[in-house]
């Protein structure tokens, strides 16, 4: 910490009463008429640091108003001239994938595999929610996820650990610009430290169990990341690993994010999570549970007051030292002086054109869908008759996904709005609600293409929102067989937000867009790539498995030691007697508009000494691409690393590089990768990161499941 601002801080903490420090890390919600004097008294008194700028538990599901800038600079103003010493409240809300303008949900940004895309899209976002008066999002949410039952993994980075590195990076970089005490800098916050989305069962909130190992080398790599770009904020988790309560664990919160990740800033609670360690089941009273996760490492209390109504009495009892408080409350002033909100705490609201913005918003939106099938029946000549069915074909809100606390679904678009702009008098929008379903029905029947837009609710996806079965209604399945009967070549737009399974859906159509929840552009984008303005480049984050039932059911995984690896397609009949387990649609995959061929990867130094490999020496690896169509593409080539022989089990692939490349027709372009100390290693169950002697296989090409490879060895 800079000398000035450590001074600084000395200072005001050398002048605090104890119940101002502990105001310093109480966070409640926003008020509402019916406690505001009540409210203004306690800011007055100094006792609120920050404010949740929602009501609710699950801001995330729940309507909440427009922000009020004049309301928080009203009470800012109470705490900065009122208050004893006269400390600005940190503002924080949950601006997690866009504000007005809504981006799609993180996990179809992640299928972008564009940080520079995304990156651009938080810039966006900051802009708009600090001149809301906004200071601090809950953002980046960096939970991994086997088991798309939960419904949180919409707002995650998938299966993977580098992709999600890669989202922590931009995410935090997009928000916190170029230098944290600017205006339209917007504090980040990663979020949930620890190990949240491996809730048993993908039953929010349930228990999780996680070994050191695991922990380190899945579920870390991205909050690693998310520090290193400059995240001052961590948000810890509800759940408990392997039998500790995260919230109350100096394990997680203490050794291993501020010994072993380096984090430096405050640790804020979930909601209510400090008052519910009685519920887990490992304290008795509340004045125990601000103790325990004061003790632990947990600076800040959102929304149940267990610190503003127990600390003081605990440390007159002894029970936690004002030391304790004092580290905390150091870490919470030196962010607000670093986000510089004692320079600026009053936000003077400006008019903001939010063209750019909605451009990057469908921009992102087409970089997000990913194209799983397509029998030569896309992109849809402009001048063909196209009828338009579907639940989703007139549909808003569900294309923002869950939390979108600040987007409105009256502005967005949708499909059938979208594709008539495209093609007028050739779209056909058909009810299928009311549609008497025969084989003579003349609109379909004067249709040379049949679009079904379909998906999954909004409502089904996000907090407390784990679903049993991953799937769309039976109405829409029954309306994809009722389709095919017509004989018309038929698309499939699914706006779903977690992955689905999807075998006996994609079987039944002639082509498959997985539109996600792509935000306020949505439908523009949809409509962009099915009449090919755009090419679809997504690539999936995620696998889609065959069935529900195959669920966990990720690329990462560790080779058995029997002739079996159901992933990978190896005798996967060993694994279930009644079905296939291999994935349908694989970690990487995705379509376009063309093909590419791939030359074997090549290697000019393929073996270095591991003492080389230290010093900075690199593995250059590089690969010719050729795009073998008539339309230029969009490739994203992945690098995948197996590490055969180590001192812990390596996952048969690990995504250690990927190069986004547009070629065009029949041109082929050199893709270079270098394969460095940092993508070599692995962390051991103590946090050290080991990079070992022996051989590696590097493959490269269109998905995890690619045997386009090469071997390196560090000698
Ligand atoms: C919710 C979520 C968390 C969110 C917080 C504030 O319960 O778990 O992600 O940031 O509360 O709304």
């Known amino acids: 910490m800079p000398d000035k601002i450590k001074s600084r801080v000395d200072t005001l903490i050398s002048n605090m009463s104890l119940r101002a420090k502990i105001g310093q890390l109480n966070q409640p919600e926003t008020p509402t008429e019916n406690n505001i004097e009540e409210f203004k008294e306690a800011v007055r008194r100094g006792e609120v640091g920050s404010i949740l700028m929602s009501v609710g538990a699950t801001a995330g599901n729940d309507a909440q108003g427009e922000i009020n800038v004049d309301f928080y600079n009203e009470l800012q103003k109470i705490a900065v001239e009122e208050s004893p010493d006269g400390i600005p409240i940190l503002f924080g809300r949950d601006v997690i994938h866009g504000h007005r303008t809504v981006f799609p949900i993180p996990l179809a940004m992640a299928a972008s595999f564009n940080p520079e895309l995304v990156c651009r899209c938080y810039r966006d976002t900051a802009i708009e929610a600090t001149n809301d008066g906004v200071h601090w999002t809950f953002t980046p949410m960096l939970d991994l996820c086997h088991d798309p039952r939960w419904g949180r993994i919409i707002e995650g980075t998938g299966e993977d650990p ?83 309560p995260v919230t109350s664990s100096r394990k997680y919160l203490t050794d291993i994010l501020r010994g072993n990740l380096g984090f430096e800033g405050f640790v804020v609670s979930d909601y209510d999570a400090v008052i519910q360690l009685i519920k887990q089941g490992v304290a008795e009273t509340p004045e125990q549970c601000a103790a325990m996760a004061l003790n632990a490492g947990l600076d800040m209390d959102m929304h149940d007051k267990c610190y503003i109504d127990n600390l003081e009495t605990a440390v007159k009892k002894g029970v936690i030292s004002e030391s304790v408080i004092d580290e905390a409350v150091r870490r919470v002033l030196t962010v607000k002086i670093r986000a510089g909100l004692f320079e600026h705490p009053y936000t003077e609201k400006k008019t903001i054109d939010r063209s750019k913005h909605l451009a990057d918003a469908r921009e992102m939106a087409a970089e997000s869908i990913v194209l799983l099938k397509n029998n030569g029946v896309l992109p849809i000549d402009k001048n063909s008759k196209v009828g338009l069915i579907g639940p989703f074909a007139n549909e808003r809100r569900s294309l923002l996904g869950s939390w979108t606390i600040d987007g409105k679904a009256e502005e967005t678009s949708t499909l059938s709005e979208k594709m008539r702009e495209e093609i007028g008098g050739n779209l056909n929008v058909i009810n299928s609600a009311a549609l008497a379903w025969d084989s003579t029905n003349k609109n379909i029947a004067a249709a040379d293409v049949v679009v079904l837009a379909l998906g999954e609710s909004w409502t089904a996806t996000g907090e407390s929102r784990a679903v049993s079965d991953i799937t769309i209604s039976a109405e829409q399945k029954a309306l994809i067989k009722k389709a095919k009967t017509y004989g018309k070549k038929t698309v499939g737009v699914l706006f779903c937000g977690r992955p689905i399974a999807i075998e006996e859906i994609a079987e039944d159509l002639d082509a498959v867009v997985y539109a996600w929840h792509t935000g306020s552009e949505a439908a523009g984008a949809v409509s962009d790539i099915l009449f090919g303005v755009k090419t679809p480049c997504g690539r999936l984050p995620v696998t889609l498995p065959r069935k529900a039932t195959h669920i966990p059911l990720y690329y990462n995984v560790t080779s058995s030691g029997r002739p079996v690896n159901c992933y990978y397609g190896e005798n996967p009949g060993n694994c279930y007697v009644d079905s296939m387990p291999t994935p349908y649609y694989p970690f990487g995959y995705g379509l376009t508009y063309t093909t590419f061929d791939y030359s074997k990867p090549v290697c000019n130094n393929s073996k270095l000494s591991l003492q080389e490999v230290k010093n900075g020496k690199k593995f250059d690896i590089s690969v010719f691409v050729t795009n073998k169509g008539e339309n230029s593409g969009k490739e994203t080539v992945q690098l995948y690393i197996h590490d055969a022989c180590a001192g812990m089990m390596r996952p048969l692939r690990e995504l250690k590089g990927f190069k986004k490349a547009e070629i065009s027709a029949g041109k082929t372009v050199k893709i270079d990768f270098e394969l460095s100390y940092d993508e070599l290693g692995f962390y051991d169950e103590k946090g050290n990161y080991i990079v070992e002697k022996g051989k590696f296989e590097v493959f490269v090409g269109k998905d995890c499941l690619t045997n386009n490879s090469l071997e390196i060895e560090i000698i």
Not at 166 to 185: C, F, T, W
């Open 162 to 244: 580098y992709v999600g590195a890669g989202i922590a990076k931009a995410v935090v970089e997009g928000l916190q610009g170029d230098n944290l005490s600017n205006k339209d800098s917007m504090l980040a916050c990663a979020k949930h430290f620890i190990g949240y989305g491996a809730s048993e069962g993908g039953r929010d909130y349930h228990r999780t169990e996680i070994s050191d190992y695991s922990l380190f080398n899945y579920y870390l790599p991205a909050f690693r990341a998310a520090i290193k770009a400059g995240a001052l904020t961590v948000m810890s988790s509800f759940n408990d690993v392997s039998g500790q």
